[in-house]
């Protein structure tokens, strides 16, 4: 009996404990729910911070689930309390959160021995009242929040007013919900550094020959509520990514001004972009990073700077009139700032900005006419005489600008390494207006030489970057079938016995089609060296036996392909770049001349690049210009003034030039052996690589074809 009553006893303590829980649960749900909501963020982020037990739903003990010896009285030993008030993150589900009420942190929770655990009742839980879900604990400041809600609202649809580009859109979208929608230029209403510094480099982008119009900067000081600062933020971000992506892969794309241009792409990465300029010490020298690393640029952008007096500004006449000048300030005697009406428009002349109404010769003003003094060669003084005026109002010092400007947006689209690291960043760069070739290692020039270049029209030598992986020494031409169709054929009509004179064979194949070539030797096209570079243009360096072109100044004759003036110097000097220990000499170059072709391969090929500079800084540190003998000039200069008014992605200024076969097609029963399905193919039979079909009885043929054009 008196064990009955003991065992009662522990069972009534134990479910006055369950009762008590039950109980505080209960209020605890109940107060939560009377609770105002929480709005704040350091609210939100108590309400985050409370732990919220396991929930379990399991039938009321009964006493076959206690012993006699274990229900005393619910223990408080800290050790105990501990262990059971622990939960398992990795045990808790997401909804089991969502739903389970708010409950006070280390209250009546049951105490668990060695060998019993008790556990407390709870309601079912589809009777458990629904629960708001808990909102995260945001990053953003409570002064920046209400921007970050609209910055929130303005994503989606809205965002398109802002990014046009989808790819760009999308990745602005996920990088500010990374950030919680926190705005990225401003702080309580203010810009940060980082802000101020986009907006200086945006505003500076015409030192760079990019143009400010394209890179708006809203009025952050007239932004006053989170809308037009959340607009405010956006639009500069816009900004910001449009001058990267011009900064670093130009304002038009190559293949709007020919189609005989071909560069590798480098487009930028708005993520990368975003968390590179977000992230930086210096948030405008970041941005500016995107512009191109090139020596030759970076000469260009400062005789830039000299020819408009470190300034920007449209084509502005300054009128004639007395001379101005300002006096500083010495020992009492105050600084003298002359007025004159014609002040503003020399400020918009010389891209002053700020004040721009200032009819006064201040101080800002004499400098920058000092400065513009220096780049035209005048005496700088800082007055603005009568010499200076006309050297400002000169129409050949605009134009100068304008070729500067063309020059570097095309630096824009070669590739940020235009050597090999593997053998000192060498590489070859070929400059088509001056008609010169450089080859340069370690940042320095290694050797020089003249070129014959293209002629003007179908002829034109592309623009391209690839790389050399061999040398032919003693190459066979294989007269390509525009020429044969151009000029070879109707040289025929006129005297069937001009090919044998000109060195040259004519082969026909049984299925009919034709094939011209020349064997190597003293009178061949490519002279004794071809340097081979593949390409879809189909065009090369080689030697030539016409060497008298080199002595003239204009040197634009060839049918596409580069000849060479030191043909056996280039040649050892790209080998000793490639093969330092083979010590090759042009006499040992030409020691291997003879009637055998002789391929020699770079163990590591090297960079060729194409360029087309009429405007660059010579080796004094003057700049000079060249001709622009393919007319790309005039028309860049149309598309970059064209501005945004015009979808410049959708402009191609010309169609590809064909190189290989004439548009008008072939005479009634003529083809070209590159016709036929069989053999190598055309690119084969130019660079080599694959071995010739068998011939036919009758005709000789050379061991390899190679289609060349001279």
Same mark, same amino acid.
């Given at each position: 009996m008196r064990d009955c009553l003991k065992n009662r006893a522990g069972y009534d303590r134990v479910l006055m404990a369950v009762a008590a829980t039950f109980l505080t649960v209960s209020a605890t749900s109940a107060v939560a729910q009377n609770d105002p909501p929480r709005n704040s963020a350091a609210e939100l982020a108590i309400d985050a911070a409370v732990p919220r037990p396991e929930p379990a739903n399991v039938p009321p003990p009964t006493a076959a689930d206690f012993k006699a010896d274990t229900t005393g009285a619910l223990t408080t030993d800290t050790k105990v309390t501990a262990k059971t008030t622990e939960t398992n993150p990795a045990e808790t589900k997401p909804a089991d959160v969502a739903t389970a009420p708010v409950a006070e942190p280390a209250k009546a929770e049951p105490a668990r021995s060695d060998t019993a655990t008790v556990t407390p009742a709870q309601p079912p839980a589809a009777a458990a009242p629904a629960a708001e879900p808990v909102k995260a604990a945001s990053n953003v400041p409570a002064a920046d929040q209400p921007v970050a809600d609209k910055l929130r609202d303005m994503f989606g649809a809205k965002s398109a007013r802002y990014f046009d580009r989808k790819a760009e859109r999308a990745a602005v979208e996920k990088f500010y919900t990374a950030h919680d929608f926190a705005p990225l230029w401003t702080q309580s209403g203010s810009l940060t550094a980082n802000g101020k510094g986009v907006v200086a480099r945006l505003q500076d982008a015409a030192s760079d020959g990019l143009n400010p119009a394209d890179y708006p900067v809203p009025d952050f000081a007239a932004a006053t509520t989170p809308d037009a600062l959340a607009e405010a933020d956006l639009k500069l971000t816009a900004s910001m990514l449009d001058y990267a992506r011009h900064a670093q892969s130009g304002r038009m794309h190559w293949s709007q001004v020919s189609g005989d241009i071909q560069y590798p792409e480098h487009p930028t990465d708005p993520t990368e972009v975003l968390t590179n300029i977000t992230a930086a010490k210096d948030a405008s020298a970041a941005l500016d990073s995107y512009n191109p690393p090139h020596k030759l640029y970076r000469e260009l952008k400062a005789k830039l700077a000299e020819l408009r007096g470190q300034g920007d500004g449209p084509v502005i006449q300054i009128a004639d009139g007395p001379a101005l000048k300002f006096t500083p300030a010495g020992g009492k005697r105050p600084a003298v700032e002359m007025e004159d009406p014609r002040v503003p428009q020399l400020r918009a002349k010389l891209g002053i900005t700020e004040n721009a109404d200032d009819t006064h010769y201040d101080a800002r003003v004499a400098e920058a006419v000092r400065k513009f003094q220096s780049g035209a060669e005048l005496k700088a003084t800082g007055v603005l005489d009568d010499k200076t005026i006309k050297a400002i109002n000169s129409p050949k010092r605009d134009r100068q600008i304008d070729i500067v400007l063309v020059n570097m947006e095309r630096w824009r689209w070669l590739p940020r390494d235009l050597g090999a690291p593997a053998i000192g960043d060498a590489y070859v760069i070929l400059n088509i207006p001056d008609y010169t070739l450089k080859v340069m290692q370690n940042g320095a020039q290694v050797w020089t030489t003249r070129v014959v270049t293209g002629q003007p029209g179908i002829h034109a030598t592309p623009?391209?970057?690839?790389?050399?992986?061999?040398?032919t020494v003693n190459p066979t031409w294989n007269?390509?079938? &525009?020429?044969?169709? %151009?000029?070879?054929?109707?040289?025929?009509?006129?005297?069937?016995?001009?090919?044998?004179?000109?060195?040259?064979?004519?082969?026909?194949?049984?299925?009919?089609?034709?094939h011209i070539s020349q064997p190597p030797g003293e009178r061949n096209a490519l002279g004794r060296i071809r340097f081979n570079f593949p390409n879809k243009f189909l065009v090369y360096q080689?030697?030539?036996?016409?060497?008298?072109?080199?002595a003239r100044d204009d040197r634009a004759f060839s049918h596409g392909c580069m000849r060479v003036q030191n043909p056996d110097q280039y040649a &050892?000097?790209?080998? %000793?770049i490639t093969e330092p220990n083979a010590h090759y000499t042009p006499d040992r170059i030409r020691s291997m001349y003879g009637q055998s072709e002789i391929d020699l391969k770079f163990p590591t090929p090297i960079p060729v690049n194409i360029t087309y500079q009429t405007a660059f800084v010579d080796d004094a540190g003057k700049l000079e210009f060249r001709k622009d003998v393919y007319g790309r000039d005039a028309n860049m200069l149309a598309l970059l003034r064209a501005g945004k008014s015009r979808d410049l992605e959708n402009v191609v200024a010309h169609s590809q030039p064909n190189y290989v076969r004439p548009a008008d097609g072939l005479p009634n029963g003529v083809k070209f052996a590159s016709d036929t399905s069989s053999g190598p193919s055309?690119?084969?039979r130019l660079f080599g690589g694959a071995p010739t079909p068998a011939p036919a009885p009758q005709v000789r043929r050379p061991q390899r074809r190679t289609v060349d054009r001279q």
């Amino acid at each position: 009996m008196r064990d009955c009553l003991k065992n009662r006893a522990g069972y009534d303590r134990v479910l006055m404990a369950v009762a008590a829980t039950f109980l505080t649960v209960s209020a605890t749900s109940a107060v939560a729910q009377n609770d105002p909501p929480r709005n704040s963020a350091a609210e939100l982020a108590i309400d985050a911070a409370v732990p919220r037990p396991e929930p379990a739903n399991v039938p009321p003990p009964t006493a076959a689930d206690f012993k006699a010896d274990t229900t005393g009285a619910l223990t408080t030993d800290t050790k105990v309390t501990a262990k059971t008030t622990e939960t398992n993150p990795a045990e808790t589900k997401p909804a089991d959160v969502a739903t389970a009420p708010v409950a006070e942190p280390a209250k009546a929770e049951p105490a668990r021995s060695d060998t019993a655990t008790v556990t407390p009742a709870q309601p079912p839980a589809a009777a458990a009242p629904a629960a708001e879900p808990v909102k995260a604990a945001s990053n953003v400041p409570a002064a920046d929040q209400p921007v970050a809600d609209k910055l929130r609202d303005m994503f989606g649809a809205k965002s398109a007013r802002y990014f046009d580009r989808k790819a760009e859109r999308a990745a602005v979208e996920k990088f500010y919900t990374a950030h919680d929608f926190a705005p990225l230029w401003t702080q309580s209403g203010s810009l940060t550094a980082n802000g101020k510094g986009v907006v200086a480099r945006l505003q500076d982008a015409a030192s760079d020959g990019l143009n400010p119009a394209d890179y708006p900067v809203p009025d952050f000081a007239a932004a006053t509520t989170p809308d037009a600062l959340a607009e405010a933020d956006l639009k500069l971000t816009a900004s910001m990514l449009d001058y990267a992506r011009h900064a670093q892969s130009g304002r038009m794309h190559w293949s709007q001004v020919s189609g005989d241009i071909q560069y590798p792409e480098h487009p930028t990465d708005p993520t990368e972009v975003l968390t590179n300029i977000t992230a930086a010490k210096d948030a405008s020298a970041a941005l500016d990073s995107y512009n191109p690393p090139h020596k030759l640029y970076r000469e260009l952008k400062a005789k830039l700077a000299e020819l408009r007096g470190q300034g920007d500004g449209p084509v502005i006449q300054i009128a004639d009139g007395p001379a101005l000048k300002f006096t500083p300030a010495g020992g009492k005697r105050p600084a003298v700032e002359m007025e004159d009406p014609r002040v503003p428009q020399l400020r918009a002349k010389l891209g002053i900005t700020e004040n721009a109404d200032d009819t006064h010769y201040d101080a800002r003003v004499a400098e920058a006419v000092r400065k513009f003094q220096s780049g035209a060669e005048l005496k700088a003084t800082g007055v603005l005489d009568d010499k200076t005026i006309k050297a400002i109002n000169s129409p050949k010092r605009d134009r100068q600008i304008d070729i500067v400007l063309v020059n570097m947006e095309r630096w824009r689209w070669l590739p940020r390494d235009l050597g090999a690291p593997a053998i000192g960043d060498a590489y070859v760069i070929l400059n088509i207006p001056d008609y010169t070739l450089k080859v340069m290692q370690n940042g320095a020039q290694v050797w020089t030489t003249r070129v014959v270049t293209g002629q003007p029209g179908i002829h034109a030598t592309p623009l391209l970057t690839e790389t050399m992986k061999f040398i032919t020494v003693n190459p066979t031409w294989n007269v390509p079938p &525009s020429i044969i169709y %151009n000029e070879y054929l109707p040289a025929l009509k006129q005297d069937p016995t001009v090919l044998e004179r000109m060195g040259l064979k004519l082969d026909r194949n049984r299925d009919g089609s034709i094939h011209i070539s020349q064997p190597p030797g003293e009178r061949n096209a490519l002279g004794r060296i071809r340097f081979n570079f593949p390409n879809k243009f189909l065009v090369y360096q080689h030697d030539t036996p016409d060497k008298n072109l080199f002595a003239r100044d204009d040197r634009a004759f060839s049918h596409g392909c580069m000849r060479v003036q030191n043909p056996d110097q280039y040649a &050892s000097v790209l080998l %000793n770049i490639t093969e330092p220990n083979a010590h090759y000499t042009p006499d040992r170059i030409r020691s291997m001349y003879g009637q055998s072709e002789i391929d020699l391969k770079f163990p590591t090929p090297i960079p060729v690049n194409i360029t087309y500079q009429t405007a660059f800084v010579d080796d004094a540190g003057k700049l000079e210009f060249r001709k622009d003998v393919y007319g790309r000039d005039a028309n860049m200069l149309a598309l970059l003034r064209a501005g945004k008014s015009r979808d410049l992605e959708n402009v191609v200024a010309h169609s590809q030039p064909n190189y290989v076969r004439p548009a008008d097609g072939l005479p009634n029963g003529v083809k070209f052996a590159s016709d036929t399905s069989s053999g190598p193919s055309f690119f084969e039979r130019l660079f080599g690589g694959a071995p010739t079909p068998a011939p036919a009885p009758q005709v000789r043929r050379p061991q390899r074809r190679t289609v060349d054009r001279q």
